[in-house]
Structure formats: C-alpha cells, structure tokens
C-alpha cells in the first residue's frame, strides 16, 4: 500500500513538472525580440496622407509604412503654444485621430513612424484646420432660470462630446463668484439644476470645459430669485390609499413579504442599504399604479424626487423609466385617473445626468444620494399643474430594465420626496 502511494505522487509530481515546462515554453514563444541596433523605419509618404476636419479635431489616414520593423505611427502637436501632445496608432491602423484643439483655426502636426526599438523614423509635417470646438458651439445655447427651490438650466451639445458645466453664484451680494456645483453630460440637450436655495435675488453664472481644458468665456445671468418652495415633510400624514381597483397590488407578495416591500417604506424617511425595507412590486402588468393620500391639508407641488435603494445597480432593474403623476383635491376621489376627479400633473422620464448610454459612478452616486428630481412644470398637456391636491396617484408606465405597457415588469425604488407649499 505504501509503495502505491509512493507511486501516485511521483507520477502526480512527474506531471506537475511537465505541466510548468509546457506553460514556461508556451510563455517563451510569446515574446517579442527586436533588434536594439536596427534603424528607425522609414518615415510615412506624404503624398498618402488625408485629413478630414472636425470640431475641435482632425482625422488623419495615411499608407502603413511596409517596414518589418514598425511597430506604430505617432502625431505630435500642440493645441496651444507649448502645451504638446502626441497620438499613436499601431501598425494595424491606417488612422489616428488629433484632438484637444480650443479653437478653429490651422495647426501644425508632426508624424513619425516609430520601431519596435522606439527608435523614431523623419518627421514628415502636415496641417490640420480642426473646425470650431464642441466647447464653444455649445457656451452661446446656455440658459438659466429660476424654479421652485433653485435654479434650472439647459444647452445644446451638438457634437454630444464630454463636457463640464459649471454654475456660480454671487449669493451675498459683494461681486465674488463661488462655484455651486459642476455637471458633466454628453447629453445633445444638456439639462442641469440647483436646489436648496432661498427665495433671494441672486447673480449667477456659468462657464463650460472640456475634458482637455479648454474653457469657453462666462456668461452672467443675474437678477434671479428662486421661488419659494418648501419640504412637504408631513409624511407621518402620508398614508396608503387602498381603495382604488386598478391599484393591482400583489397582495400574495405583501402577504409573503409585509415589511420588506409595503408601499409606506417611500415614506419612511429611508434609504436601505439591503434588500428590506423599500417599495417593491412584481409581477405587474403596465401601466400600474399606487395611489398616496398626503393628509388632510391641501398642496401645492412643484417638484418630485425620488431615490434608488443602494444595492440595485443605479438606472436599472425596478426603477421606474417613464410615469406619470395625478392630483386629486377631493376627500374620496374615484379609481379613473382619466376621469374629472384626477388631474395630470405630471407627465415624467428618468435620464442619466451624465447622457451616457451606462450610467456612470457620479449617476449611481447621484440617484442614491440626492435622488432625482422632476419638476411640475406647464406644457402643452399640463395647462395648470399648481393645483391643490390632498392625494397623488402615480401612473408607471415603463422601468430601466425596459418593460413597457403591456409587459410584466418589476417595479422597485426607495424614498420619494415631495416639495411645493401647503394651502
């Protein structure tokens, strides 16, 4: 018996050996040799070289060099005196791309090729004339305007590039300028706000960057006063209005699940942490709604707000994509939202802030930390959304997983917040 477990590990380690000579030769064929004293490769053809312009940009094209020893191709260039930058591509590329430029206008730019042995062949120089950048098309479109509780304000990203918006305030009066807050979106129509500020008149302003520091000039909006707003901070008030049909709770869930996932958890004055103690609702089919008497004294609303539970990826699953929100003032409103007793206040989506296809860590901060805000607003649809309403009724009609009416979907969040004036 022991001569056969003696047997067993030198076979087992007999393998083992074989099995590091194999990987050891395997990495060896992986490197790459070259020679130290080979010379640079030959430089790039002039005469096979393109350039298309764009804002704040150019795209070069050129013949790959047949050079055995090329590795890749490099631009060298300044976007402002002194400030140099360089670009490469690798050898299986025929393109690079030269960007970072402030302003419109003609720039020289170097471009080598360059060995495996990083030796640098001749520069050959060209001219690029990028086009005016995304960071000044954009700073003529920037508005700003009072809201309830702050400020709120837009401009157009054409280009949908990278760019930083940041808000400043004159808030006491003494002609000095204080950063606020600096938003950063690739969004085509840029929308930004500020909350939390008094009903004082202020100066503001506000400047744009992109992502090379290239900054636009300031432009001042002043004389704005805020309108009044306040935290509708009743919520011990607040309670679950059960007697509508077409709430199509699941009550097999509730029942399983009293506590984790009951409606008055978005009032708790919560945020959890764990999968306790939020709203939750599936399976449902859209549209669907729930309905919240907010007490016996009437409002007015100006703006909703509404929080991500921590531990669900941020502008995904549950949350709700697109909904809408009712009002109603009387003391028993009936179950057609559609009828006399309700009125559409309203009529919302949910975005990322930054603009981006995948939300981004400031989005996730974002929604989890300051929830997201929507703003009662007039529109074509909403004649007069400043109505008083004891109840409201909120009408959701798509999520982030991408459920729309007529699907079963999950809906799942945290914390709501009201905002507006007592009657």
Known sequence: MKDQIMKFFRCYAAMAVAGLLFAACAEEERITYYDPDAPAPVALDRDAVSVINLPGKA?????????????????EYETTPGTIHTTNASFYSDTLLVEGFGKAGNYPVKLFSVGKNEKRSEPIEISVAPLTPPVLDAFPTIELGPVFGGVKGTFVNLHESELKLSLLADTVGDGRYTLLRSFVTNSSNAKFSYMGLPSIQSDFACY???????????????????????????????????????DNFNWTEMAANP????????WDRQ??????????HYP?????????????????????????????PAYGSGLPKRFQ?????????????????????????SVLPSGRSEPTPADNETIVNEGESFFFEVTENIPDPYVPTKFIRILFLENWAGAKIGETALIMFAEIDLYGRFQ
Do not use: C, M
């Not at 945020?271 to 939750?280: E, K, L, Q, R, V």
């Open 284 to 312: 449902v089919q859209l549209p669907f709604t729930i309905t919240i008497s907010l007490g016996e004294r009437p409002v007015v609303l100006s703006r909703f707000v509404f929080y991500q539970w921590r531990l669900t």
């Open 259 to 266: 506590n984790n996932y009951k409606p008055e958890n978005l």
């Open 59 to 75: 795209r070069i094209s050129y013949k790959v060099p047949d050079d055995k020893n090329l590795l890749y191709v490099q631009a």
């Open 208 to 246: 744009i960057q992109d992502r090379w520091g290239n900054r636009s000039d300031t432009v001042f909006f002043d004389d704005l006063t805020p309108f009044f707003e306040e935290p509708i901070d009743n919520k011990e008030d607040w309670t679950w209005y059960k007697l509508l049909p077409s």
């Open 271 to 280: 945020n959890p942490a764990a999968y306790t103690g939020i709203y939750h």
């Open 325 to 349: 929100i009712y009002g109603s003032n009387l003391d028993n409103p009936g179950d057609d939202y559609r009828g006399d007793d309700w009125t559409l206040l309203g009529d919302f989506e």
